[in-house]
Protein backbone atom coordinates (compact mmCIF):
# COMPACT_ATOMS: atom_id res chain seq x y z
CA UNK A 1 0.00 0.00 0.00
CA UNK A 2 2.72 2.25 0.95
CA UNK A 3 4.86 1.93 -2.19
CA UNK A 4 1.57 2.14 -4.41
CA UNK A 5 1.38 5.61 -2.50
CA UNK A 6 4.69 6.49 -3.78
CA UNK A 7 4.30 5.48 -7.42
CA UNK A 8 1.05 7.74 -7.42
CA UNK A 9 2.87 10.93 -5.52
CA UNK A 10 5.37 10.39 -8.29
CA UNK A 11 3.57 10.21 -11.23
CA UNK A 12 1.55 13.30 -10.66
CA UNK A 13 4.24 15.29 -10.32
CA UNK A 14 5.93 14.05 -13.05
CA UNK A 15 2.18 15.37 -14.84
CA UNK A 16 2.16 18.65 -12.92
CA UNK A 17 5.96 19.42 -14.31
CA UNK A 18 5.34 18.85 -17.60
CA UNK A 19 1.63 20.75 -17.96
CA UNK A 20 3.79 24.06 -16.32
CA UNK A 21 6.74 23.04 -18.96
CA UNK A 22 3.87 23.36 -21.81
CA UNK A 23 2.30 26.42 -20.41
CA UNK A 24 5.71 27.94 -20.15
CA UNK A 25 6.21 26.72 -23.92
CA UNK A 26 2.86 28.54 -25.01
CA UNK A 27 3.25 31.39 -22.89
CA UNK A 28 6.67 31.92 -24.47
CA UNK A 29 5.80 31.70 -27.91
CA UNK A 30 2.80 34.44 -26.70
CA UNK A 31 5.43 36.40 -25.50
CA UNK A 32 7.59 36.92 -28.84
CA UNK A 33 4.96 37.62 -30.29
CA UNK A 34 4.04 41.33 -29.98
CA UNK A 35 0.53 42.39 -29.60
CA UNK A 36 -1.27 45.25 -31.83
CA UNK A 37 -4.55 46.55 -32.55
CA UNK A 38 -7.01 44.54 -34.85
CA UNK A 39 -7.27 48.07 -36.61
CA UNK A 40 -3.17 48.53 -37.38
CA UNK A 41 -3.45 43.98 -38.65
CA UNK A 42 -5.68 45.13 -41.40
CA UNK A 43 -3.70 48.07 -42.09
CA UNK A 44 -0.52 46.36 -42.72
CA UNK A 45 -2.27 43.63 -44.47
CA UNK A 46 -4.02 46.27 -46.76
CA UNK A 47 -0.03 47.79 -47.15
CA UNK A 48 1.23 44.64 -47.80
CA UNK A 49 3.26 44.33 -45.19
CA UNK A 50 2.37 40.71 -43.40
CA UNK A 51 4.00 38.08 -45.34
CA UNK A 52 2.24 34.67 -43.22
CA UNK A 53 -0.15 34.79 -40.80
CA UNK A 54 -1.87 31.88 -38.70
CA UNK A 55 -5.23 31.56 -37.25
CA UNK A 56 -6.10 29.93 -34.05
CA UNK A 57 -9.68 30.86 -33.19
CA UNK A 58 -9.79 34.56 -32.56
CA UNK A 59 -5.70 35.25 -32.26
CA UNK A 60 -4.24 36.04 -35.20
CA UNK A 61 -0.45 35.39 -35.38
CA UNK A 62 1.32 37.19 -38.09
CA UNK A 63 4.90 37.59 -39.32
CA UNK A 64 5.83 41.21 -40.93
CA UNK A 65 9.42 42.56 -42.26
CA UNK A 66 10.14 43.82 -38.85
CA UNK A 67 9.15 40.96 -36.71
CA UNK A 68 6.19 38.87 -35.28
CA UNK A 69 2.92 39.98 -33.89
CA UNK A 70 -0.59 39.41 -32.55
CA UNK A 71 -4.22 40.27 -32.49
CA UNK A 72 -7.20 39.17 -31.82
CA UNK A 73 -9.90 39.02 -34.14
CA UNK A 74 -13.24 40.49 -33.16
CA UNK A 75 -16.16 37.29 -33.69
CA UNK A 76 -18.10 38.77 -36.72
CA UNK A 77 -14.79 40.01 -38.76
CA UNK A 78 -13.78 38.27 -42.20
CA UNK A 79 -10.37 37.99 -41.31
CA UNK A 80 -9.79 34.88 -43.75
CA UNK A 81 -10.96 36.56 -46.89
CA UNK A 82 -9.36 39.60 -46.31
CA UNK A 83 -6.03 37.95 -46.04
CA UNK A 84 -6.65 36.13 -49.43
CA UNK A 85 -7.66 39.03 -51.39
CA UNK A 86 -4.17 40.60 -50.34
CA UNK A 87 -2.37 37.19 -51.23
CA UNK A 88 -1.00 36.70 -47.64
CA UNK A 89 -0.21 32.92 -46.92
CA UNK A 90 -2.42 31.46 -44.45
CA UNK A 91 -2.17 28.68 -41.68
CA UNK A 92 -4.65 27.29 -38.89
CA UNK A 93 -4.43 25.98 -35.73
CA UNK A 94 -7.08 22.54 -35.25
CA UNK A 95 -9.46 23.85 -32.49
CA UNK A 96 -10.11 20.85 -31.13
CA UNK A 97 -6.25 19.96 -29.64
CA UNK A 98 -6.11 23.07 -28.69
CA UNK A 99 -9.08 23.37 -26.81
CA UNK A 100 -8.10 20.17 -24.97
CA UNK A 101 -4.43 21.37 -24.36
CA UNK A 102 -6.07 24.85 -22.89
CA UNK A 103 -8.80 22.56 -20.70
CA UNK A 104 -5.68 20.09 -19.43
CA UNK A 105 -2.94 22.99 -18.97
CA UNK A 106 -6.24 25.05 -16.91
CA UNK A 107 -7.41 22.49 -14.89
CA UNK A 108 -4.11 19.85 -14.43
CA UNK A 109 -2.44 21.99 -11.65
CA UNK A 110 -6.02 22.26 -9.43
CA UNK A 111 -6.29 18.21 -10.16
CA UNK A 112 -2.44 17.68 -8.89
CA UNK A 113 -2.81 20.17 -6.03
CA UNK A 114 -5.99 18.30 -5.05
CA UNK A 115 -4.59 14.72 -5.48
CA UNK A 116 -1.59 16.42 -3.17
CA UNK A 117 -3.71 17.30 -0.57
CA UNK A 118 -5.18 13.67 -0.29
CA UNK A 119 -2.33 12.01 -0.25
CA UNK A 120 -1.55 13.93 2.82
CA UNK A 121 -4.59 13.69 4.35
CA UNK A 122 -4.25 9.95 4.09
CA UNK A 123 -1.00 9.79 5.87
CA UNK A 124 -2.17 12.10 8.60
CA UNK A 125 -5.71 10.69 9.52
CA UNK A 126 -4.85 6.88 8.71
CA UNK A 127 -1.98 5.60 6.52
CA UNK A 128 0.94 4.93 9.43
CA UNK A 129 1.19 5.91 12.77
CA UNK A 130 3.99 7.58 11.89
CA UNK A 131 2.38 10.50 10.66
CA UNK A 132 1.98 14.70 11.26
CA UNK A 133 -1.25 13.55 13.11
CA UNK A 134 0.01 10.10 14.31
CA UNK A 135 0.76 11.23 17.89
CA UNK A 136 -3.11 10.37 18.57
CA UNK A 137 -2.32 6.65 17.87
CA UNK A 138 -0.92 4.70 20.38
CA UNK A 139 2.71 3.62 20.88
CA UNK A 140 2.29 0.32 22.36
CA UNK A 141 4.38 -2.61 20.70
CA UNK A 142 3.38 -6.06 20.09
CA UNK A 143 6.01 -8.08 21.26
CA UNK A 144 7.21 -10.77 19.39
CA UNK A 145 9.47 -14.17 19.30
CA UNK A 146 12.25 -11.87 17.65
CA UNK A 147 12.92 -9.81 20.65
CA UNK A 148 13.86 -13.26 22.30
CA UNK A 149 11.82 -15.46 24.61
CA UNK A 150 11.68 -15.13 28.19
CA UNK A 151 9.71 -17.69 30.24
CA UNK A 152 9.16 -18.25 33.99
CA UNK A 153 12.54 -20.49 33.83
CA UNK A 154 14.33 -17.52 34.01
CA UNK A 155 12.79 -15.98 36.63
CA UNK A 156 13.62 -16.73 40.00
CA UNK A 157 13.54 -15.77 43.67
CA UNK A 158 10.19 -14.57 43.52
CA UNK A 159 8.03 -17.40 43.67
CA UNK A 160 5.15 -15.83 45.23
CA UNK A 161 4.94 -13.33 42.64
CA UNK A 162 5.48 -15.72 39.42
CA UNK A 163 2.54 -18.08 41.44
CA UNK A 164 0.24 -15.52 40.92
CA UNK A 165 0.78 -14.62 37.19
CA UNK A 166 1.19 -18.51 36.46
CA UNK A 167 -2.29 -18.85 36.75
CA UNK A 168 -3.43 -15.22 34.45
CA UNK A 169 -1.56 -17.35 31.72
CA UNK A 170 -3.43 -20.84 32.92
CA UNK A 171 -6.49 -18.82 32.84
CA UNK A 172 -5.41 -17.89 29.16
CA UNK A 173 -4.50 -21.52 27.83
CA UNK A 174 -7.66 -23.30 29.89
CA UNK A 175 -10.33 -20.93 30.39
CA UNK A 176 -12.43 -23.57 30.87
CA UNK A 177 -10.81 -24.73 33.74
CA UNK A 178 -11.75 -21.52 36.05
CA UNK A 179 -14.91 -20.52 34.09
CA UNK A 180 -16.89 -23.99 35.20
CA UNK A 181 -16.85 -23.12 38.54
CA UNK A 182 -17.92 -19.36 37.83
CA UNK A 183 -14.71 -17.84 37.95
CA UNK A 184 -13.97 -14.72 36.22
CA UNK A 185 -10.02 -13.78 34.71
CA UNK A 186 -8.69 -10.85 36.69
CA UNK A 187 -8.77 -7.66 34.28
CA UNK A 188 -5.60 -6.17 35.50
CA UNK A 189 -2.75 -7.22 37.87
CA UNK A 190 -0.20 -4.43 39.44
CA UNK A 191 3.50 -5.54 40.28
CA UNK A 192 4.79 -3.66 42.81
CA UNK A 193 8.47 -3.76 44.19
CA UNK A 194 11.22 -1.37 44.81
CA UNK A 195 13.84 -0.81 41.54
CA UNK A 196 15.37 -3.81 40.09
CA UNK A 197 13.09 -6.55 41.44
CA UNK A 198 12.42 -8.08 38.01
CA UNK A 199 8.84 -6.84 37.31
CA UNK A 200 9.46 -5.87 34.27
CA UNK A 201 11.10 -9.69 33.53
CA UNK A 202 8.19 -11.21 34.68
CA UNK A 203 5.90 -9.26 32.12
CA UNK A 204 8.17 -10.61 29.25
CA UNK A 205 8.01 -14.29 31.09
CA UNK A 206 4.19 -14.01 30.74
CA UNK A 207 4.26 -12.87 27.53
CA UNK A 208 6.74 -15.53 26.32
CA UNK A 209 4.53 -18.31 28.65
CA UNK A 210 0.78 -17.43 27.23
CA UNK A 211 1.32 -17.16 23.59
CA UNK A 212 -1.18 -14.65 23.26
CA UNK A 213 -0.49 -11.63 21.77
CA UNK A 214 1.32 -9.07 24.36
CA UNK A 215 1.51 -5.28 23.97
CA UNK A 216 3.65 -3.26 25.60
CA UNK A 217 3.91 0.54 26.60
CA UNK A 218 5.54 2.99 28.92
CA UNK A 219 3.15 4.72 31.36
CA UNK A 220 4.73 8.07 29.18
CA UNK A 221 3.88 7.36 26.49
CA UNK A 222 0.71 8.38 26.79
CA UNK A 223 0.99 11.87 28.33
CA UNK A 224 1.49 14.61 25.75
CA UNK A 225 1.72 18.55 25.83
CA UNK A 226 -1.35 18.50 23.62
CA UNK A 227 -4.55 18.06 25.33
CA UNK A 228 -7.00 15.07 24.79
CA UNK A 229 -3.74 12.99 22.94
CA UNK A 230 -3.34 10.77 26.12
CA UNK A 231 -6.98 10.24 25.93
CA UNK A 232 -6.97 9.27 22.46
CA UNK A 233 -4.11 6.80 22.51
CA UNK A 234 -5.36 4.76 25.36
CA UNK A 235 -8.75 4.28 23.30
CA UNK A 236 -6.67 3.21 20.57
CA UNK A 237 -4.43 1.30 22.53
CA UNK A 238 -7.94 -0.46 23.75
CA UNK A 239 -8.85 -0.76 20.34
CA UNK A 240 -6.16 -2.71 18.94
CA UNK A 241 -6.52 -5.16 22.29
CA UNK A 242 -9.82 -5.68 21.07
CA UNK A 243 -9.22 -7.00 17.81
CA UNK A 244 -6.27 -8.99 19.42
CA UNK A 245 -8.39 -10.12 22.14
CA UNK A 246 -7.19 -12.43 24.35
CA UNK A 247 -4.56 -10.64 24.53
CA UNK A 248 -1.85 -9.12 27.41
CA UNK A 249 -1.48 -5.24 27.49
CA UNK A 250 1.88 -4.42 29.75
CA UNK A 251 1.86 -0.75 30.86
CA UNK A 252 5.63 -0.05 32.80
CA UNK A 253 6.10 2.47 35.29
CA UNK A 254 2.22 3.48 35.54
CA UNK A 255 2.51 5.70 38.27
CA UNK A 256 3.63 8.56 35.29
CA UNK A 257 -0.30 8.63 34.24
CA UNK A 258 -1.93 6.91 37.39
CA UNK A 259 -1.36 9.25 40.44
CA UNK A 260 -4.37 10.72 42.34
CA UNK A 261 -6.30 12.92 40.90
CA UNK A 262 -6.82 16.72 42.77
CA UNK A 263 -3.43 16.17 43.39
CA UNK A 264 -1.76 19.53 42.79
CA UNK A 265 -2.19 22.84 40.85
CA UNK A 266 -3.59 21.02 37.91
CA UNK A 267 -7.27 21.18 38.53
CA UNK A 268 -9.84 18.39 36.89
CA UNK A 269 -8.95 19.26 33.15
CA UNK A 270 -5.02 18.98 32.71
CA UNK A 271 -3.67 16.11 30.24
CA UNK A 272 -2.42 13.47 32.79
CA UNK A 273 -6.06 13.33 34.26
CA UNK A 274 -7.62 13.21 31.47
CA UNK A 275 -6.07 10.68 30.35
CA UNK A 276 -6.60 8.99 33.58
CA UNK A 277 -9.93 8.78 33.49
CA UNK A 278 -10.30 7.08 29.91
CA UNK A 279 -8.06 4.75 31.53
CA UNK A 280 -10.29 4.16 33.87
CA UNK A 281 -13.31 3.91 31.89
CA UNK A 282 -11.61 1.67 29.43
CA UNK A 283 -10.24 -1.20 31.92
CA UNK A 284 -13.93 -1.13 33.73
CA UNK A 285 -17.14 0.73 31.81
CA UNK A 286 -19.99 0.28 30.27
CA UNK A 287 -18.25 -1.65 27.78
CA UNK A 288 -16.92 -5.13 28.72
CA UNK A 289 -13.26 -5.80 27.65
CA UNK A 290 -13.30 -9.66 27.55
CA UNK A 291 -10.14 -11.06 27.56
CA UNK A 292 -7.85 -8.52 27.66
CA UNK A 293 -5.35 -8.66 30.76
CA UNK A 294 -3.71 -5.29 31.99
CA UNK A 295 -0.54 -5.98 33.68
CA UNK A 296 1.08 -2.92 34.79
CA UNK A 297 4.64 -2.29 37.25
CA UNK A 298 5.30 0.38 39.77
CA UNK A 299 7.59 1.08 42.54
CA UNK A 300 5.56 3.73 43.45
CA UNK A 301 1.87 2.36 44.57
CA UNK A 302 1.45 4.86 47.64
CA UNK A 303 0.42 7.77 44.25
CA UNK A 304 -1.58 6.04 42.50
CA UNK A 305 -5.59 6.81 42.64
CA UNK A 306 -7.55 4.44 44.40
CA UNK A 307 -10.04 4.50 41.77
CA UNK A 308 -7.18 2.53 39.96
CA UNK A 309 -6.42 0.18 42.37
CA UNK A 310 -10.12 -1.14 43.20
CA UNK A 311 -11.50 -4.72 42.32
CA UNK A 312 -12.48 -4.95 38.81
CA UNK A 313 -9.31 -2.45 37.63
CA UNK A 314 -6.14 -4.28 38.97
CA UNK A 315 -7.71 -7.23 40.71
CA UNK A 316 -4.18 -8.35 42.13
CA UNK A 317 -1.81 -6.48 43.62
CA UNK A 318 1.39 -8.56 43.08
CA UNK A 319 4.22 -7.84 45.43
CA UNK A 320 7.76 -8.01 44.34
CA UNK A 321 10.17 -7.77 46.81
CA UNK A 322 13.44 -8.22 47.17
CA UNK A 323 14.97 -12.02 47.46
CA UNK A 324 16.16 -13.91 50.86
CA UNK A 325 19.13 -15.34 50.42
CA UNK A 326 17.62 -18.88 48.61
CA UNK A 327 15.88 -16.55 45.97
CA UNK A 328 19.28 -15.00 45.27
CA UNK A 329 21.53 -17.98 45.14
CA UNK A 330 18.87 -19.01 42.19
CA UNK A 331 18.74 -15.89 40.87
CA UNK A 332 23.16 -16.55 40.66
CA UNK A 333 22.31 -19.45 38.79
CA UNK A 334 20.25 -18.09 36.59
CA UNK A 335 22.59 -15.53 35.02
CA UNK A 336 25.94 -17.96 35.81
CA UNK A 337 24.07 -19.93 32.86
CA UNK A 338 26.20 -18.53 30.52
CA UNK A 339 29.50 -17.82 32.71
CA UNK A 340 31.55 -20.57 32.89
CA UNK A 341 32.29 -21.24 36.63
CA UNK A 342 35.44 -22.93 38.14
CA UNK A 343 35.28 -25.90 40.39
CA UNK A 344 35.77 -23.67 43.79
CA UNK A 345 32.56 -20.90 43.19
CA UNK A 346 29.95 -21.57 45.85
CA UNK A 347 26.83 -19.85 44.79
CA UNK A 348 25.62 -19.94 48.07
CA UNK A 349 28.52 -18.42 49.84
CA UNK A 350 27.84 -15.37 47.38
CA UNK A 351 23.77 -15.31 47.94
CA UNK A 352 25.17 -14.98 52.00
CA UNK A 353 27.39 -12.05 51.35
CA UNK A 354 24.76 -10.21 49.38
CA UNK A 355 22.28 -9.53 51.62
CA UNK A 356 19.47 -6.80 50.55
CA UNK A 357 20.87 -7.47 46.61
CA UNK A 358 18.31 -6.86 44.03
CA UNK A 359 17.67 -9.49 41.28
CA UNK A 360 18.92 -6.29 38.86
CA UNK A 361 22.30 -6.10 41.77
CA UNK A 362 23.12 -9.82 41.53
CA UNK A 363 22.96 -9.66 37.61
CA UNK A 364 25.95 -6.77 37.63
CA UNK A 365 27.85 -8.68 40.38
CA UNK A 366 28.04 -11.49 37.72
CA UNK A 367 28.88 -9.78 34.70
CA UNK A 368 31.53 -7.61 37.00
CA UNK A 369 32.85 -10.70 38.02
CA UNK A 370 33.40 -11.89 34.28
CA UNK A 371 35.02 -8.73 33.49
CA UNK A 372 37.21 -9.19 36.04
CA UNK A 373 38.22 -12.75 35.57
CA UNK A 374 38.26 -11.54 31.35
CA UNK A 375 40.70 -8.79 32.76
CA UNK A 376 43.43 -11.35 33.75
CA UNK A 377 42.79 -13.96 30.51
CA UNK A 378 41.44 -16.42 32.84
CA UNK A 379 39.12 -19.67 31.03
CA UNK A 380 36.65 -19.60 33.86
CA UNK A 381 35.29 -17.45 36.55
CA UNK A 382 36.57 -18.20 40.23
CA UNK A 383 35.73 -16.92 43.96
CA UNK A 384 38.23 -14.73 44.12
CA UNK A 385 36.64 -12.63 40.74
CA UNK A 386 33.04 -12.82 42.54
CA UNK A 387 34.68 -11.82 45.80
CA UNK A 388 36.65 -8.85 43.91
CA UNK A 389 33.12 -7.99 41.97
CA UNK A 390 31.55 -8.04 45.37
CA UNK A 391 33.63 -5.76 47.11
CA UNK A 392 33.76 -3.44 43.79
CA UNK A 393 29.80 -3.66 43.89
CA UNK A 394 29.58 -2.55 47.62
CA UNK A 395 32.65 -0.66 48.42
CA UNK A 396 33.39 0.78 45.29
CA UNK A 397 36.13 0.68 42.77
CA UNK A 398 40.00 0.60 44.18
CA UNK A 399 42.24 3.57 44.00
CA UNK A 400 45.50 2.71 44.02
CA UNK A 401 46.49 5.38 42.35
CA UNK A 402 46.38 7.80 44.74
CA UNK A 403 48.77 9.37 46.61
CA UNK A 404 48.81 9.63 50.86
CA UNK A 405 51.61 10.19 53.17
CA UNK A 406 52.90 8.38 55.92
CA UNK A 407 51.29 10.36 58.71
CA UNK A 408 47.52 10.17 56.36
CA UNK A 409 47.64 6.46 55.91
CA UNK A 410 48.65 6.12 59.98
CA UNK A 411 45.32 8.42 60.81
CA UNK A 412 43.14 6.29 58.29
CA UNK A 413 44.24 2.93 59.71
CA UNK A 414 43.51 3.87 63.58
CA UNK A 415 40.20 5.81 62.32
CA UNK A 416 39.18 2.12 60.60
CA UNK A 417 40.56 0.55 63.67
CA UNK A 418 38.48 2.17 66.20
CA UNK A 419 35.18 1.58 64.03
CA UNK A 420 36.15 -2.32 64.36
CA UNK A 421 37.09 -2.69 68.03
CA UNK A 422 33.78 -1.18 69.20
CA UNK A 423 31.75 -2.69 66.12
CA UNK A 424 33.39 -6.26 67.65
CA UNK A 425 32.75 -5.05 70.97
CA UNK A 426 29.21 -3.49 71.35
CA UNK A 427 26.06 -5.89 72.40
CA UNK A 428 24.60 -6.47 68.81
CA UNK A 429 26.54 -6.14 65.64
CA UNK A 430 26.56 -7.87 62.44
CA UNK A 431 29.88 -9.45 62.10
CA UNK A 432 33.03 -7.21 60.29
CA UNK A 433 33.32 -8.39 57.09
CA UNK A 434 36.20 -6.37 55.70
CA UNK A 435 38.24 -3.36 57.34
CA UNK A 436 40.84 -1.41 54.50
CA UNK A 437 42.55 1.62 54.32
CA UNK A 438 43.06 1.20 50.52
CA UNK A 439 40.60 3.98 49.23
CA UNK A 440 37.67 3.23 47.74
CA UNK A 441 34.99 5.15 45.35
CA UNK A 442 34.87 9.18 47.56
CA UNK A 443 35.87 6.60 50.65
CA UNK A 444 39.40 6.57 51.90
CA UNK A 445 38.59 3.61 53.91
CA UNK A 446 36.26 1.76 55.14
CA UNK A 447 34.99 -1.04 57.53
CA UNK A 448 32.42 -3.14 56.02
CA UNK A 449 29.90 -5.41 58.14
CA UNK A 450 27.26 -7.79 56.88
CA UNK A 451 24.63 -9.34 58.64
CA UNK A 452 24.78 -13.54 58.93
CA UNK A 453 21.20 -13.52 57.70
CA UNK A 454 18.22 -11.20 56.22
CA UNK A 455 16.98 -9.13 58.58
CA UNK A 456 13.36 -8.39 59.04
CA UNK A 457 13.37 -6.06 62.25
CA UNK A 458 16.00 -4.49 63.97
CA UNK A 459 16.50 -4.14 68.03
CA UNK A 460 16.64 -1.32 70.24
CA UNK A 461 19.83 -2.50 70.84
CA UNK A 462 21.76 -3.19 67.92
CA UNK A 463 20.95 0.51 66.53
CA UNK A 464 22.31 1.90 69.37
CA UNK A 465 25.40 -0.30 68.57
CA UNK A 466 25.28 0.56 64.92
CA UNK A 467 25.48 4.41 66.32
CA UNK A 468 28.43 3.49 68.82
CA UNK A 469 30.48 1.79 66.08
CA UNK A 470 30.03 5.18 63.79
CA UNK A 471 31.20 7.15 66.29
CA UNK A 472 34.91 4.30 66.90
CA UNK A 473 36.31 6.05 64.20
CA UNK A 474 36.29 9.69 65.36
CA UNK A 475 36.82 8.69 69.11
CA UNK A 476 39.87 6.93 67.99
CA UNK A 477 41.16 9.90 66.24
CA UNK A 478 41.04 11.67 69.62
CA UNK A 479 42.33 9.16 71.32
CA UNK A 480 45.80 8.68 69.34
CA UNK A 481 46.34 12.15 68.24
CA UNK A 482 44.34 14.19 70.72
CA UNK A 483 41.43 16.64 69.74
CA UNK A 484 43.36 19.29 68.31
CA UNK A 485 43.82 16.91 65.85
CA UNK A 486 41.01 15.53 64.64
CA UNK A 487 39.84 15.94 61.15
CA UNK A 488 37.23 15.91 59.17
CA UNK A 489 37.22 12.02 58.27
CA UNK A 490 34.18 11.67 60.61
CA UNK A 491 31.65 13.65 58.48
CA UNK A 492 30.13 10.80 56.79
CA UNK A 493 29.88 8.69 60.29
CA UNK A 494 27.99 11.73 61.91
CA UNK A 495 25.74 11.90 58.96
CA UNK A 496 24.91 7.98 59.47
CA UNK A 497 24.21 8.31 62.79
CA UNK A 498 22.23 11.58 62.66
CA UNK A 499 19.93 9.80 60.48
CA UNK A 500 20.05 6.57 62.31
CA UNK A 501 19.11 8.70 65.75
CA UNK A 502 16.27 10.54 64.16
CA UNK A 503 14.62 7.80 62.57
CA UNK A 504 14.63 6.02 65.86
CA UNK A 505 13.05 9.23 67.58
CA UNK A 506 10.65 10.26 65.02
CA UNK A 507 9.20 6.90 63.24
CA UNK A 508 10.53 3.82 65.81
CA UNK A 509 9.18 5.14 68.80
CA UNK A 510 12.74 4.49 70.85
CA UNK A 511 11.69 8.18 73.06
CA UNK A 512 9.42 6.89 75.63
CA UNK A 513 8.77 10.92 76.81
CA UNK A 514 7.42 11.53 73.40
CA UNK A 515 4.77 8.91 72.94
CA UNK A 516 4.26 6.51 70.10
CA UNK A 517 3.78 9.40 67.62
CA UNK A 518 5.20 9.50 63.89
CA UNK A 519 6.32 13.01 63.83
CA UNK A 520 8.42 12.26 60.33
CA UNK A 521 5.36 11.49 57.93
CA UNK A 522 2.93 13.53 59.60
CA UNK A 523 2.30 16.06 57.49
CA UNK A 524 -0.69 15.48 55.84
CA UNK A 525 -2.28 18.64 56.20
CA UNK A 526 -3.01 21.20 53.04
CA UNK A 527 -0.35 23.37 54.24
CA UNK A 528 2.39 20.75 54.77
CA UNK A 529 1.69 18.89 51.42
CA UNK A 530 2.84 22.37 50.00
CA UNK A 531 6.00 22.46 52.39
CA UNK A 532 3.97 24.74 55.12
CA UNK A 533 5.28 22.92 58.14
CA UNK A 534 4.71 20.41 60.38
CA UNK A 535 1.73 18.89 63.03
CA UNK A 536 3.83 19.22 65.96
CA UNK A 537 4.98 22.12 67.63
CA UNK A 538 8.23 24.10 68.31
CA UNK A 539 8.73 23.13 71.46
CA UNK A 540 8.27 19.06 70.29
CA UNK A 541 11.18 19.99 67.46
CA UNK A 542 13.16 21.20 70.50
CA UNK A 543 12.21 17.87 72.78
CA UNK A 544 12.66 15.66 69.50
CA UNK A 545 16.42 17.15 68.76
CA UNK A 546 17.43 17.17 72.24
CA UNK A 547 16.60 13.08 72.21
CA UNK A 548 18.23 12.81 69.10
CA UNK A 549 21.47 14.32 70.25
CA UNK A 550 20.87 12.18 73.92
CA UNK A 551 21.43 8.92 71.91
CA UNK A 552 24.29 10.07 69.58
CA UNK A 553 25.98 11.19 73.18
CA UNK A 554 25.15 7.77 74.47
CA UNK A 555 26.80 6.19 71.44
CA UNK A 556 29.79 8.11 71.26
CA UNK A 557 30.53 7.71 75.10
CA UNK A 558 29.86 3.54 74.50
CA UNK A 559 32.44 4.13 71.69
CA UNK A 560 35.23 6.24 73.79
CA UNK A 561 34.86 3.58 77.02
CA UNK A 562 35.43 0.40 74.75
CA UNK A 563 38.66 2.13 72.98
CA UNK A 564 39.90 3.19 75.95
CA UNK A 565 39.71 -0.46 77.43
CA UNK A 566 40.51 -2.13 74.31
CA UNK A 567 43.54 0.32 73.55
CA UNK A 568 45.93 -2.38 73.21
CA UNK A 569 43.75 -3.92 70.51
CA UNK A 570 43.30 -0.94 68.83
CA UNK A 571 46.97 -0.13 68.46
CA UNK A 572 47.68 -3.70 67.22
CA UNK A 573 44.85 -3.45 64.51
CA UNK A 574 46.04 -0.66 63.32
CA UNK A 575 49.34 -1.77 63.16
CA UNK A 576 48.26 -4.63 60.88
CA UNK A 577 46.37 -2.23 58.59
CA UNK A 578 48.91 -0.34 57.80
CA UNK A 579 51.74 -3.47 57.15
CA UNK A 580 48.61 -5.81 55.22
CA UNK A 581 46.25 -2.66 53.98
CA UNK A 582 43.39 -4.89 53.85
CA UNK A 583 41.92 -7.51 56.24
CA UNK A 584 39.02 -10.38 56.79
CA UNK A 585 37.15 -10.43 59.63
CA UNK A 586 39.18 -13.43 60.43
CA UNK A 587 42.51 -12.22 60.06
CA UNK A 588 41.00 -9.01 62.30
CA UNK A 589 40.40 -11.17 64.88
CA UNK A 590 44.34 -13.29 64.10
CA UNK A 591 45.81 -9.61 64.39
CA UNK A 592 44.05 -8.13 68.05
CA UNK A 593 45.10 -12.13 69.30
CA UNK A 594 48.84 -11.75 68.04
CA UNK A 595 48.48 -14.47 65.66
CA UNK A 596 50.52 -14.51 62.30
CA UNK A 597 47.87 -14.36 59.42
CA UNK A 598 51.01 -16.61 56.72
CA UNK A 599 49.60 -15.29 53.84
CA UNK A 600 52.52 -16.35 51.97
CA UNK A 601 52.83 -14.05 48.54
CA UNK A 602 51.92 -10.39 49.65
CA UNK A 603 52.87 -9.16 46.56
CA UNK A 604 49.50 -8.04 45.61
CA UNK A 605 49.67 -6.00 49.00
CA UNK A 606 51.44 -3.18 47.87
CA UNK A 607 51.42 0.12 49.03
CA UNK A 608 48.73 2.56 48.45
CA UNK A 609 48.75 6.35 48.61
CA UNK A 610 45.90 8.44 49.23
CA UNK A 611 44.60 12.16 50.35
CA UNK A 612 43.16 13.39 53.85
CA UNK A 613 40.99 12.03 55.14
CA UNK A 614 37.99 14.71 53.90
CA UNK A 615 34.81 15.39 53.70
CA UNK A 616 33.42 12.20 51.58
CA UNK A 617 30.20 10.97 50.68
CA UNK A 618 29.70 6.98 52.38
CA UNK A 619 29.45 4.63 49.26
CA UNK A 620 25.93 3.05 49.24
CA UNK A 621 25.81 -0.60 50.56
CA UNK A 622 23.23 -3.02 50.40
CA UNK A 623 21.07 -3.83 53.45
CA UNK A 624 17.95 -5.57 54.01
CA UNK A 625 15.42 -3.40 55.32
CA UNK A 626 13.40 -3.48 58.14
CA UNK A 627 9.50 -4.85 57.49
CA UNK A 628 8.56 -4.03 60.78
CA UNK A 629 5.74 -1.55 62.31
CA UNK A 630 8.48 0.97 62.84
CA UNK A 631 8.95 1.50 58.94
CA UNK A 632 11.55 1.49 57.03
CA UNK A 633 15.40 0.84 58.39
CA UNK A 634 17.33 3.54 57.37
CA UNK A 635 20.17 2.35 54.46
CA UNK A 636 23.32 1.43 56.41
CA UNK A 637 26.60 2.52 55.20
CA UNK A 638 29.65 1.00 56.19
CA UNK A 639 31.63 2.93 58.84
CA UNK A 640 34.77 5.36 56.94
Known sequence: MGNARNVAFWVILFLLILAL????????????????????????????????????????QFLTTDGAYSTVAPSDANTTEVLLQNDVRIEATPQEQSGFLSVLSLWLPVLVLIGIWIFFMNRMQGGGRGGAMGFGKSKAKLLTEKHGRVTFDDVAGIDEAKEELEEIVEFLRNPQKFSRLGGK????????????????????????????????ISGSDFVEMFVGVGASRVRDMFE???KNAPCIVFIDEIDAVGRSRGVGYGGGNDEREQTLNQLLVEMDGFEANEGIIIVAA?????????????????DRQVQVPNPDIRGRERI???????????????????????????????????????????????????????????????????RRSMVMTEDEKKLTAYHEAGHAI????????????????????????????????????????????KIAMAMGGR??????????????????????????????????????????????NEQQSYLGAYGGGTN??????????????KLVDEGYETAKRILTEKRDDLERLAQGLLEYETLTGSEIQKVINGEPLNRGDDSNDTSTSGGTPSLTAVPKTRKPKSDSDGGAEPDPTPAE
Open 298 to 314: TNRPDVLDPALLRPGRF
Open 475 to 520: VAEELVFGKENVTSGAASDIQQVSKIARAMVTQFGYAEDLGYIDYA
Open 185 to 216: IPKGALLVGPPGTGKTLLARAIAGEAGVPFFT
Open 536 to 549: HSEEMQKRIDAEVK
Open 21 to 60: FNLFSGGQTQMNARSVPYSDFIQQVENGQVQSATLDGERV
Open 422 to 465: VGLNVPQHDPIHKATIIPRGRALGLVLSLPERDQLSVSYTKYTS
Open 332 to 398: LGVHARKVPLGPDVDLRIIARGTPGFSGADLANLVNEAALMAARVNRRFVTMEDFESAKDKVMMGAE
Open 240 to 242: QAK
